[in-house]
């Protein structure tokens, strides 16, 4: 079976050569291609009852490897499906342009806390407004830092409750079924070329 690894390591000299890869994306790819490899390193098991011997290589422990980093994804979805209200839940994604992507490298701590924050209001702000929802919402955001071409790309996926609790915190508000909101304009803004939550 094809693995991941086995395609960075025929293709990811040649796409390095001709893209430009932030070092986040270099370092996935380096841990990929050498998990569970001798270049990591090993160790010897042993069977204390037969003596059989196997060499077991060490894995790369990055998050983003498909091997190492699939096990803690799937628990931490585990984990948020006990969390779960019996609601629909909608999925939105915030992002800034390309332009700033030299500022998002070189101030990423203050810029990613400013990115969580925006989507977090927007959301919030729109929620709370009786036109759209009128009630507060809550949200489960994650950060991603690139694309699926491994180029630089910072965007928070949201996933929200299709409802939230009333102004008064007596009652449960539920969305329209479709859309979270329908706001039916652009927020080119906020890099994002149409919103419809």
Not at 43 to 72: A, E, M, Q, T
């Amino acid at each position: 079976m094809l693995e991941l690894q086995d395609v960075f390591s025929r293709f990811a000299d040649s796409y390095i050569e001709s893209h430009l890869i932030h070092y986040e994306g270099l370092k996935a790819i380096n841990a990929i291609t050498s998990c569970r490899t001798s270049s990591l390193g090993g160790h010897v098991d042993v069977c204390d009852s037969c003596g059989h011997s196997r060499i077991s290589y060490n894995s790369c422990r990055n998050r983003n490897c498909p091997k190492c980093g699939n096990l803690h994804k799937e628990q931490w979805i585990l984990d948020r499906t006990s969390e779960l209200l019996p609601v629909p839940y909608f999925h939105t994604v915030f992002t800034v342009p390309h332009d700033l992507n030299s500022l998002f490298l070189c101030n990423q701590k203050l810029l990613y806390s400013l990115l969580f924050k925006s989507a977090a209001e927007t959301l919030s702000v729109l929620a709370l407004d009786k036109k759209y929802l009128g009630a507060q919402i809550g949200v489960t955001m994650v950060l991603h830092s690139w694309g699926q071409n491994l180029s630089f790309h910072p965007h928070v996926h949201c996933i929200v409750p299709g409802g939230g609790l009333s102004p008064s915190g007596c009652s449960f508000v539920r969305s329209r079924k479709s859309f979270l909101f329908l706001l039916g304009f652009y927020l080119r803004s906020f890099g994002v070329s149409s919103f419809f939550i």
